[in-house]
């Protein structure tokens, strides 16, 4: 059984950080590319970010591009999402995803090729 729990979200002010974190067990976690999405109220689930396997290759969503990092430690099985310069926008309920199908040097932004989820974790930038 595979699980993945995130944390580290909350509220704060725009123009500040957060990091996010998600805990992954159950299976090796070097075999599983890794993403993080996000729902806003009424909207869809989007893509935000994500990291190969190896965590040598990442791809990010224009909107957050320049102010979110994806990094991953492989020995922790955890993956980070660090959120630099928030906006109101970013306000959302932020979820990770694993994908055990990729090649160690793949990301994939499809949401429906992601195998397991987190119940993520709420983001809120105040104005």
């Known amino acids: 059984q595979v699980q993945l729990v995130e944390s580290g979200g909350g509220l704060v002010q725009a123009g500040g950080s957060l990091r996010l974190s998600c805990a992954v067990s159950?299976?090796?976690?070097?075999?599983?590319?890794m993403g993080w999405f996000r729902q806003a109220p009424g909207k869809e689930r989007q893509f935000v970010a994500a990291i190969s396997r190896s965590g040598e290759v990442t791809y990010y969503a224009r909107s957050v591009g320049g102010r979110f990092t994806l990094s991953r430690d492989n020995a922790m099985n955890t993956v980070y999402l660090h959120m630099n310069s928030l906006k109101p926008e970013d306000t959302a309920v932020y979820y990770c995803?694993?994908?055990?199908?990729?090649?160690?040097?793949?990301?994939?932004?499809?949401?429906?090729?992601?195998?397991?989820w987190g119940q993520g974790t709420q983001v809120t930038v105040s104005s």
């Open positions: 995803a694993a994908d055990s199908r990729l090649t160690v040097h793949s990301t994939t932004m499809a949401l429906d090729e992601y195998d397991y």
């Open positions: 159950g299976r090796t976690f070097s075999t599983y590319a």
